[in-house]
């Protein structure tokens, strides 16, 4: 089992920060870039099981720094991977085989899923009565008149067919909408996490922009890319690199120390 190698997330030791601190994350979205991870960077897990198969225990603070990892979840899901792998060497995960996924899973206490649940809200969920509201003043009708005021009231008040009718169309077109801005936030997240995940591999914001918007015209793509990409990394607590070649190659302090404490981390 792999112990745990700590990753300091202060922000003194981050290169650049992409959104707010790590404690309130998106799952679903960092989820989704893992798996975005696997398809647009095999990299990044297959130097990592190339270190897991050659046992080489002492450097797994060195395989951080080459590739960035500047988050500790980051590296708690390679940790938690090696472990899976170890478990199981010859599942398909640790002979990273196509259509199976690599990595190990991880839970995160603080990660919330930042979407509303459905929770539809009913304008007069409860059949319409158009009799008298007060009661009292009921009370005070002579017998004939109260009897006949009721039977006008049932006349005249919503039957429970057409309550029935009401409650399903507004239940209908408040999931319909629902669904919509679920279809719209999975869409976006699906492309946004390709486009992270292309960022922390190195890429920079004009190629990504050239590969990935060529057939979407936008007045900035490499603008839009990059907020996107920030957005999206702000989420899920990643933390990004700059594209200078001073920044992509500089050891964060808390990786220098962790690769000393790394010892057995296998």
């Not at 007069?124 to 009292?136: E, Q």
């Amino acid at each position: 089992m792999m112990s745990k190698i700590t990753v300091d997330c202060s922000k003194d030791n981050r290169t650049n920060t992409s959104g707010p601190s790590c404690t309130v994350v998106d799952v679903t979205a960092r989820m989704t870039f893992l798996i975005s991870l696997q398809h647009r960077h095999e990299a990044f897990w297959r130097s990592l099981n190339d270190l897991w198969r050659r046992g080489h225990e002492n450097k797994c603070g060195r395989w951080l720094q080459t590739h960035n990892v500047l988050d500790q979840w980051l590296a708690d899901v390679a940790a938690e991977t090696i472990t899976r792998w170890s478990k199981e060497p010859e599942s398909p995960a640790a002979n990273l085989v196509s259509g199976y996924l690599w990595f190990g899973c991880v839970h995160w206490p603080e990660a919330d899923l930042k979407y509303r649940r459905f929770a539809p809200r009913f304008k007069d969920p409860s059949p319409i009565f158009k009799g008298p509201d007060n009661l009292n003043e009921m009370l005070r009708m002579p017998l004939d008149k109260l009897v006949a005021s009721v039977r006008l009231s049932f006349r005249d008040s919503e039957s429970l067919e057409d309550f029935r009718r009401r409650m399903e169309k507004q239940f209908q077109a408040q999931l319909k909408a629902y669904l919509a801005r679920l279809q719209r936030r999975k869409s976006q997240t699906r492309a946004h996490a390709d486009w992270a995940a292309l960022k922390f591999a190195g890429k920079s914001y004009p190629e990504i922009a050239r590969t990935e918007l060529a057939k979407s015209p936008h007045r900035d793509a490499e603008q839009a890319v990059r907020k996107a990409v920030l957005r999206f990394a702000g989420s899920i607590g990643l933390t990004l690199t700059r594209e200078t070649e001073e920044q992509l190659t500089r050891q964060p302090r808390s990786l220098a120390r962790s690769t000393a404490a790394a010892g057995s981390s296998l």
